[in-house]
Protein backbone atom coordinates (compact mmCIF):
# COMPACT_ATOMS: atom_id res chain seq x y z
CA UNK A 1 0.00 0.00 0.00
CA UNK A 2 1.58 3.37 -0.95
CA UNK A 3 1.64 6.04 1.52
CA UNK A 4 0.20 9.41 0.90
CA UNK A 5 3.05 11.99 -0.33
CA UNK A 6 1.14 14.96 0.56
CA UNK A 7 0.60 15.88 4.15
CA UNK A 8 -1.19 19.20 5.34
CA UNK A 9 1.83 20.55 6.22
CA UNK A 10 3.15 20.60 2.51
CA UNK A 11 -0.39 22.79 1.63
CA UNK A 12 0.23 25.79 -0.16
CA UNK A 13 -2.61 28.33 1.25
CA UNK A 14 -3.99 31.29 -0.24
CA UNK A 15 -6.20 33.18 2.11
CA UNK A 16 -8.85 36.51 1.25
CA UNK A 17 -9.62 37.95 4.10
CA UNK A 18 -10.40 41.82 4.09
CA UNK A 19 -9.87 42.07 8.18
CA UNK A 20 -6.47 42.38 8.74
CA UNK A 21 -7.87 40.76 12.54
CA UNK A 22 -9.43 37.98 11.00
CA UNK A 23 -6.44 36.82 8.48
CA UNK A 24 -3.94 37.29 11.76
CA UNK A 25 -6.20 34.75 13.34
CA UNK A 26 -6.71 32.28 10.78
CA UNK A 27 -3.07 32.43 9.88
CA UNK A 28 -2.35 31.82 13.43
CA UNK A 29 -4.18 28.42 13.35
CA UNK A 30 -2.72 27.31 10.30
CA UNK A 31 0.88 28.44 12.10
CA UNK A 32 -0.70 26.06 14.86
CA UNK A 33 -0.90 23.33 12.66
CA UNK A 34 2.35 23.27 10.69
CA UNK A 35 1.13 25.08 7.55
CA UNK A 36 3.94 27.86 6.73
CA UNK A 37 3.25 28.61 3.28
CA UNK A 38 0.53 30.90 2.75
CA UNK A 39 -0.26 34.25 0.77
CA UNK A 40 -2.54 37.01 1.68
CA UNK A 41 -4.96 38.67 -0.09
CA UNK A 42 -7.60 41.58 0.89
CA UNK A 43 -9.28 41.62 -2.55
CA UNK A 44 -10.89 38.61 -4.77
CA UNK A 45 -9.56 40.66 -8.22
CA UNK A 46 -6.17 40.98 -6.48
CA UNK A 47 -5.97 36.93 -6.20
CA UNK A 48 -7.40 35.95 -8.97
CA UNK A 49 -4.79 38.22 -11.03
CA UNK A 50 -2.32 36.74 -9.45
CA UNK A 51 -3.72 33.28 -9.80
CA UNK A 52 -3.20 33.87 -13.73
CA UNK A 53 -0.28 35.15 -13.55
CA UNK A 54 2.02 32.92 -10.99
CA UNK A 55 2.08 30.15 -8.75
CA UNK A 56 -1.03 28.34 -7.98
CA UNK A 57 -1.99 27.60 -4.57
CA UNK A 58 -3.06 23.77 -3.63
CA UNK A 59 -6.36 25.49 -1.76
CA UNK A 60 -7.99 28.84 -1.68
CA UNK A 61 -9.68 29.96 1.84
CA UNK A 62 -12.05 32.84 1.48
CA UNK A 63 -14.42 34.84 3.45
CA UNK A 64 -17.65 35.83 1.80
CA UNK A 65 -17.74 39.13 1.86
CA UNK A 66 -14.79 40.89 -0.02
CA UNK A 67 -14.36 44.44 -0.72
CA UNK A 68 -14.51 43.66 -4.66
CA UNK A 69 -16.88 40.79 -4.79
CA UNK A 70 -18.69 38.22 -3.01
CA UNK A 71 -17.11 34.61 -2.31
CA UNK A 72 -19.87 33.29 -4.53
CA UNK A 73 -18.80 35.54 -7.09
CA UNK A 74 -15.41 34.48 -6.52
CA UNK A 75 -16.12 30.71 -6.92
CA UNK A 76 -18.22 31.13 -10.05
CA UNK A 77 -14.62 32.91 -11.32
CA UNK A 78 -12.26 29.70 -10.65
CA UNK A 79 -15.05 27.40 -11.99
CA UNK A 80 -14.97 29.26 -15.30
CA UNK A 81 -11.47 29.69 -15.87
CA UNK A 82 -9.96 26.23 -17.07
CA UNK A 83 -6.79 26.61 -15.53
CA UNK A 84 -8.15 27.64 -12.25
CA UNK A 85 -11.48 25.67 -11.85
CA UNK A 86 -9.46 22.45 -10.35
CA UNK A 87 -8.10 24.71 -7.14
CA UNK A 88 -9.72 23.19 -3.94
CA UNK A 89 -11.93 26.01 -2.87
CA UNK A 90 -12.88 26.53 1.29
CA UNK A 91 -15.17 29.34 2.62
CA UNK A 92 -15.10 30.72 6.08
CA UNK A 93 -17.99 33.10 6.97
CA UNK A 94 -20.56 33.49 9.48
CA UNK A 95 -23.31 33.71 6.79
CA UNK A 96 -26.05 31.06 7.65
CA UNK A 97 -28.18 31.96 4.88
CA UNK A 98 -28.94 29.19 2.05
CA UNK A 99 -29.72 31.92 -0.52
CA UNK A 100 -25.80 32.52 -0.12
CA UNK A 101 -24.58 29.80 0.66
CA UNK A 102 -25.96 27.13 -1.96
CA UNK A 103 -24.58 28.65 -4.92
CA UNK A 104 -20.92 27.64 -2.88
CA UNK A 105 -21.96 24.32 -1.92
CA UNK A 106 -23.28 23.40 -5.86
CA UNK A 107 -19.80 24.39 -6.94
CA UNK A 108 -18.34 21.78 -5.28
CA UNK A 109 -15.78 23.13 -2.49
CA UNK A 110 -13.66 21.12 0.33
CA UNK A 111 -15.20 23.05 3.42
CA UNK A 112 -17.42 25.94 4.94
CA UNK A 113 -16.45 26.82 7.95
CA UNK A 114 -18.41 28.82 10.07
CA UNK A 115 -17.30 32.03 12.22
CA UNK A 116 -15.88 31.11 14.70
CA UNK A 117 -14.28 27.76 13.94
CA UNK A 118 -12.30 25.99 16.41
CA UNK A 119 -8.88 24.27 15.28
CA UNK A 120 -10.19 20.45 14.65
CA UNK A 121 -12.76 22.44 12.28
CA UNK A 122 -9.71 23.85 10.31
CA UNK A 123 -7.48 20.43 10.72
CA UNK A 124 -11.07 18.57 9.00
CA UNK A 125 -10.98 20.49 6.02
CA UNK A 126 -7.43 20.29 5.56
CA UNK A 127 -7.15 16.94 5.90
CA UNK A 128 -10.13 16.72 3.45
CA UNK A 129 -8.29 18.76 0.88
CA UNK A 130 -5.43 16.42 1.13
CA UNK A 131 -7.75 13.66 0.21
CA UNK A 132 -9.11 15.64 -2.80
CA UNK A 133 -5.30 16.40 -4.12
CA UNK A 134 -4.36 12.93 -3.26
CA UNK A 135 -7.38 10.45 -2.66
CA UNK A 136 -6.41 7.30 -0.89
CA UNK A 137 -7.83 4.63 -3.46
CA UNK A 138 -6.47 1.43 -1.76
CA UNK A 139 -9.77 0.72 -0.01
CA UNK A 140 -11.42 0.39 -3.77
CA UNK A 141 -8.48 -1.69 -4.97
CA UNK A 142 -10.51 -5.03 -4.72
CA UNK A 143 -13.27 -3.83 -7.13
CA UNK A 144 -13.06 -3.39 -10.80
CA UNK A 145 -13.42 0.38 -10.54
CA UNK A 146 -11.89 0.91 -13.92
CA UNK A 147 -15.31 -0.79 -15.46
CA UNK A 148 -17.59 0.66 -13.64
CA UNK A 149 -19.99 3.14 -15.51
CA UNK A 150 -22.03 5.60 -13.35
CA UNK A 151 -24.65 7.83 -14.61
CA UNK A 152 -24.24 10.99 -13.15
CA UNK A 153 -27.52 12.88 -12.20
CA UNK A 154 -27.30 16.72 -11.35
CA UNK A 155 -28.66 20.31 -12.97
CA UNK A 156 -25.63 22.07 -11.79
CA UNK A 157 -22.92 22.17 -13.94
CA UNK A 158 -20.01 23.20 -11.38
CA UNK A 159 -21.09 20.46 -9.32
CA UNK A 160 -21.09 17.52 -11.81
CA UNK A 161 -17.74 18.44 -12.76
CA UNK A 162 -16.52 19.06 -9.43
CA UNK A 163 -18.00 15.48 -8.66
CA UNK A 164 -16.38 14.11 -11.83
CA UNK A 165 -12.96 15.33 -10.78
CA UNK A 166 -13.17 13.33 -7.53
CA UNK A 167 -14.67 9.95 -9.42
CA UNK A 168 -11.68 10.25 -11.98
CA UNK A 169 -9.66 10.66 -8.95
CA UNK A 170 -10.30 7.52 -8.08
CA UNK A 171 -10.05 5.52 -11.35
CA UNK A 172 -13.90 5.89 -12.74
CA UNK A 173 -13.47 7.15 -15.84
CA UNK A 174 -16.93 5.84 -17.69
CA UNK A 175 -19.36 8.83 -16.65
CA UNK A 176 -22.77 9.97 -18.44
CA UNK A 177 -23.95 13.14 -17.41
CA UNK A 178 -26.93 13.75 -17.33
CA UNK A 179 -28.95 17.33 -15.81
CA UNK A 180 -32.28 16.18 -14.02
CA UNK A 181 -34.36 12.63 -13.70
CA UNK A 182 -36.33 12.95 -16.99
CA UNK A 183 -32.62 12.61 -18.62
CA UNK A 184 -31.61 10.20 -16.40
CA UNK A 185 -34.82 7.90 -16.81
CA UNK A 186 -33.50 8.15 -21.03
CA UNK A 187 -30.31 7.10 -20.46
CA UNK A 188 -31.46 4.06 -18.58
CA UNK A 189 -33.77 3.14 -20.96
CA UNK A 190 -30.56 2.72 -23.49
CA UNK A 191 -27.70 1.54 -21.50
CA UNK A 192 -26.95 -0.28 -18.42
CA UNK A 193 -24.68 0.96 -15.09
CA UNK A 194 -23.30 0.24 -12.15
CA UNK A 195 -23.98 3.09 -9.99
CA UNK A 196 -26.07 6.44 -9.77
CA UNK A 197 -24.98 9.76 -8.09
CA UNK A 198 -27.74 12.12 -8.50
CA UNK A 199 -28.44 14.99 -6.84
CA UNK A 200 -32.11 15.72 -5.00
CA UNK A 201 -33.01 19.21 -5.83
CA UNK A 202 -33.20 19.54 -9.92
CA UNK A 203 -36.00 20.48 -12.32
CA UNK A 204 -38.44 18.02 -14.13
CA UNK A 205 -37.53 15.58 -11.91
CA UNK A 206 -35.67 15.63 -8.79
CA UNK A 207 -33.82 13.09 -7.17
CA UNK A 208 -36.50 11.53 -4.76
CA UNK A 209 -39.06 10.88 -8.00
CA UNK A 210 -35.82 9.20 -10.12
CA UNK A 211 -35.48 7.34 -7.24
CA UNK A 212 -38.74 6.08 -7.23
CA UNK A 213 -38.69 5.18 -11.19
CA UNK A 214 -35.88 2.98 -10.34
CA UNK A 215 -36.95 1.22 -8.08
CA UNK A 216 -40.54 0.09 -9.13
CA UNK A 217 -40.65 1.32 -13.63
CA UNK A 218 -36.86 0.68 -14.08
CA UNK A 219 -35.85 -2.82 -15.43
CA UNK A 220 -32.27 -1.69 -13.29
CA UNK A 221 -34.46 -1.60 -10.05
CA UNK A 222 -31.32 -2.84 -8.00
CA UNK A 223 -28.90 -0.48 -9.19
CA UNK A 224 -27.35 1.00 -6.31
CA UNK A 225 -27.83 4.93 -5.95
CA UNK A 226 -26.00 7.66 -4.14
CA UNK A 227 -27.34 10.40 -3.59
CA UNK A 228 -25.46 13.82 -2.96
CA UNK A 229 -27.62 16.52 -1.47
CA UNK A 230 -27.20 19.72 -0.02
CA UNK A 231 -30.57 19.83 0.94
CA UNK A 232 -31.06 20.53 5.06
CA UNK A 233 -34.68 19.62 5.46
CA UNK A 234 -35.00 16.77 7.62
CA UNK A 235 -38.38 15.68 6.26
CA UNK A 236 -37.15 15.60 2.82
CA UNK A 237 -34.31 13.37 3.99
CA UNK A 238 -35.90 11.17 5.91
CA UNK A 239 -38.32 10.29 3.23
CA UNK A 240 -35.42 9.68 0.45
CA UNK A 241 -33.73 7.63 3.28
CA UNK A 242 -36.75 5.27 3.02
CA UNK A 243 -37.08 5.18 -0.56
CA UNK A 244 -34.62 2.77 -1.64
CA UNK A 245 -31.44 5.47 -1.40
CA UNK A 246 -28.16 3.00 -1.26
CA UNK A 247 -26.04 6.09 0.63
CA UNK A 248 -26.73 9.77 1.42
CA UNK A 249 -23.77 12.39 1.19
CA UNK A 250 -24.15 16.47 2.03
CA UNK A 251 -22.41 19.15 -0.20
CA UNK A 252 -19.72 20.10 0.20
CA UNK A 253 -18.47 16.58 0.87
CA UNK A 254 -15.06 14.93 1.61
CA UNK A 255 -13.20 12.45 -0.71
CA UNK A 256 -13.02 9.86 1.93
CA UNK A 257 -16.96 10.22 2.67
CA UNK A 258 -17.12 8.91 -1.14
CA UNK A 259 -14.46 6.24 -0.81
CA UNK A 260 -16.52 4.93 1.61
CA UNK A 261 -19.70 4.82 0.16
CA UNK A 262 -18.89 3.54 -3.00
CA UNK A 263 -17.40 0.69 -1.25
CA UNK A 264 -20.26 0.39 1.01
CA UNK A 265 -22.71 0.17 -2.06
CA UNK A 266 -20.31 -2.04 -4.27
CA UNK A 267 -19.72 -4.74 -0.97
CA UNK A 268 -23.54 -5.23 -1.24
CA UNK A 269 -23.63 -5.07 -4.71
CA UNK A 270 -21.98 -7.93 -6.92
CA UNK A 271 -19.22 -5.67 -8.29
CA UNK A 272 -16.25 -7.76 -5.76
CA UNK A 273 -13.57 -9.59 -8.23
Known amino acids: MAAKSLTIQDLSITLIEPSPTQKKIISNHLESLGVSRSQWFQEGSSCLESLKTSFKPDLIISAMYLPDMSGTELVQSLKNDPDLDSIPFMLISSEISDYYLEPIRQAGVVAILPKPFDLNELRNALYATVDFLEPDTDALEDFDIEDLHVLLVDDSLSARKHIIRILNS ?76 SAICDKPFEPKMVISLIKKILSSSSHVT
Do not use: C, W
Request: hydrophobic share 35%; charged share 25%; proline share 3%.
Open 170 to 245: LGIENITETINGKEAIDQLESDFFDLIVTDYNMPEMDGRELIDYVREQSNQSSIPVLMVTSDSENSHLAGIKQSGI
